[in-house]
């Protein structure tokens, strides 16, 4: 069993930055692929930005590409969403995710495990 718990979220101003954690714990593996969605009120859930667990390689909605950075820290099993220049739009709880597998994906079925999410309000 695994257990992702995020923080790091509030509110704040357009043009501003935000860091989001993602703390696992239980069944944690290095090779696991990580990844942030989110879902704005009415929305679908989205892919944000993912990690690969077999490569390491960062991949991006376009959305966010290069507004937001995703890192992971093996050492504490935890994996961090950086988001810069955001923007009104950007609002919405946002997950973090993980794949039993190595490899990477931007859809949620893939995704075996969840945290409970965190908010992200961004005023203009």
């Known amino acids: 069993q695994v257990q992702l718990v995020e923080s790091g979220g509030g509110l704040v101003q357009a043009g501003g930055s935000l860091r989001l954690s993602c703390a696992a714990s239980?069944?944690?593996?290095?090779?696991?692929?990580m990844g942030w969605f989110r879902q704005a009120p009415g929305k679908e859930r989205e892919f944000v930005v993912g990690?690969?667990?077999?490569?390491?390689?960062?991949y991006y909605a376009d959305s966010v590409k290069g507004r937001f950075t995703i890192s992971r820290d093996n050492a504490k099993n935890t994996v961090y969403l950086q988001m810069n220049s955001l923007k009104p739009e950007d609002t919405a709880v946002y997950y973090c995710?993980?794949?039993?597998?190595?490899?990477?994906?931007?859809?949620?079925?893939?995704?075996?495990?969840w945290g409970q999410g965190t908010q992200v309000t961004v005023s203009s």
């Open positions: 995710a993980r794949r039993l597998s190595p490899y990477d994906s931007r859809r949620t079925f893939d995704y075996d495990y």
């Open positions: 239980g069944r944690t593996c290095s090779s696991y692929s």
């Open positions: 990690i690969s667990g077999s490569t390491g390689i960062k």
